[in-house]
């Protein structure tokens, strides 16, 4: 696909351009806001008919006027200081429920506030055991996560000055040095528990809990870390109203996001 092919007739495809951009996903959106805020002057091309890359909303329902997110569906890795700096306006909503995996007759539920969720393990795994594990396991993750999530808008630290800023031997240990899953079993009995646990760490990798090369390690990081706390919350309008108030400083600071309005929709992944 060549620039001219995706560039509105009307604008000369001979034009120059300080940044070009290829791709219209969060990632290039943010992007472009940051070079078209900085002066520079900034292309972004895309192929489809509309910027949001996977995180884009649909309205599934005809005749009701409600947009959902397509495929992405949480807000959690979006650090307040690119918010701040764009000025995005867009509204999230917490969610009460964060996970509830069936077991038999039951289930286990994690959310609708601690005494519920303190209930349901006591119920699926026969006593306290596992919930005050899980409490003490996520109480470790989330000093990291404080600590972690700020690096995210930072230079990237070396291996020694993040260790220094985890300053916790055990946690550094735990997240950057041995397979996940040999935390998991230490800490936790039940293999229920285990399972949901490790749901943030395999989830859409190819590893396993005790994978040499770390990677699920890395994959639950970004599951626990996001915004110091590794809340996912639900966006109104689904994740198409993020990325729509992505592109608005983009283009009120003057880049160009042609799009294709013939394109089809983008396929699934
Ligand atoms: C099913 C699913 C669910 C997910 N759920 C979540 C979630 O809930 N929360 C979360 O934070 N993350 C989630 N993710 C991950 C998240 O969607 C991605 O990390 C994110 O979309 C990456 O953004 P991006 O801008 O880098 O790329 P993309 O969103 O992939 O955007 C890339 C864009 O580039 C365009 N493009 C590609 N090649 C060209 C080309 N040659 N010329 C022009 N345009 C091109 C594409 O059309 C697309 O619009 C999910 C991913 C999937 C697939």
């Not at 808008?153 to 996940?180: G, H, I, K, S």
């Not at 639900?234 to 109203?241: E, Q």
Request: glycine share 10%.
């Amino acid at each position: 696909m060549t620039a001219p092919d995706l560039l509105p007739d009307a604008r000369p495809a001979s034009r120059s351009y300080d940044a070009v951009v290829v791709g219209g996903g969060h990632n290039g959106l943010v992007a472009a806001a940051y070079l078209a805020r900085a002066g520079r002057s900034v292309l972004v091309l895309e192929r489809l008919a509309s910027t949001g890359g996977a995180a884009v909303s649909t309205r599934p329902f005809a005749g009701v006027d409600a947009r959902l997110s397509r495929y992405s569906y949480l807000v959690s890795l979006l650090p307040e200081k690119i918010v701040r700096d764009l000025g995005l306006r867009f509204a999230v909503r917490k969610r009460s429920i964060s996970s509830y995996t069936p077991k038999g007759d039951g289930g286990l539920l994690v959310g609708g506030g601690a005494d519920r969720t303190r209930a349901s393990f006591a119920q699926i795994t026969g006593s306290d055991r596992e919930y005050e594990a899980w409490q003490a396991f996520y109480e470790r993750t989330g000093r990291a996560a404080r600590r972690i999530f700020p690096t995210l808008t930072e230079p990237l630290p070396t291996r020694a000055e993040l260790r220094a800023r985890v300053d916790d031997a055990d946690t550094w240990r735990m997240l950057f040095e041995e397979p996940l899953g040999v935390t998991v079993e230490r800490e936790f009995a039940d293999d229920l528990v285990r399972g949901v646990v490790l749901t943030d760490a395999l989830i859409g990798t190819f590893s396993d809990a005790h994978d040499p090369t770390l990677l699920q390690n890395r994959c639950f990081l970004y599951h626990v870390i996001g915004g110091g706390t590794g809340d996912w919350d639900v966006p109104v309008g689904g994740m198409g109203a993020l990325t729509d108030a992505l592109a608005d400083p983009a283009r009120a600071a003057g880049a160009d996001l042609p799009t294709r309005p013939d394109a089809p929709p983008l396929e699934t992944p």
